[in-house]
């Protein structure tokens, strides 16, 4: 389950923006352990969104997930990594006040020892990415 930094809760009632790093293999294939976020505290999620949580049974753990649905008391969010668990297929529904912000970008910071040019091009071209929404395939298939 990806734990995020506690610095990324230091500051968070001051800037509406903040940074966490994920800790973990839950949301692979969309974040990787040792990514970094930038947070958006407070922001309105949609259905799909990648969110910072606090876990519901340790209050003082911050966990990133995906919010698949609203339903009747909060927001059931799973990881992108099926095999990974610890998301709402184990504690349930999240209350809306556990659900910190969103995720809206995703900074992979660079691999230690490698200096040759290509690889810092490599780096460069995939280092930083926004972290968009899942559309549902239903949706998609819906639409056509």
Do not use: C, I
């Amino acid at each position: 389950m990806p734990e995020l930094s506690q610095e990324s809760e230091r500051g968070r009632a001051a800037l509406p923006w903040g940074a966490a790093e994920v800790t973990g293999p839950s949301m692979v294939p969309t974040l990787y352990h040792g990514d970094r976020l930038l947070v958006r505290w407070g922001a309105r999620v949609r259905p799909g969104d990648v969110v910072v949580l606090r876990h519901p049974f340790q209050q003082d753990l911050l966990v990133v997930k995906r919010a698949k649905e609203r339903r009747a008391g909060g927001w059931w969010v799973l990881g992108d990594n099926a095999f990974a668990g610890g998301d709402s297929t184990d504690y349930g529904v999240v209350p809306e006040d556990l659900v910190l912000g969103r995720v809206r970008l995703r900074y992979r910071p660079p691999a230690s020892g490698r200096r040759s040019p290509l690889a810092v091009l490599r780096w460069a071209a995939s280092a930083v990415r926004p972290v968009l929404a899942e559309r549902s395939v239903s949706r998609r298939l819906r639409a056509r």
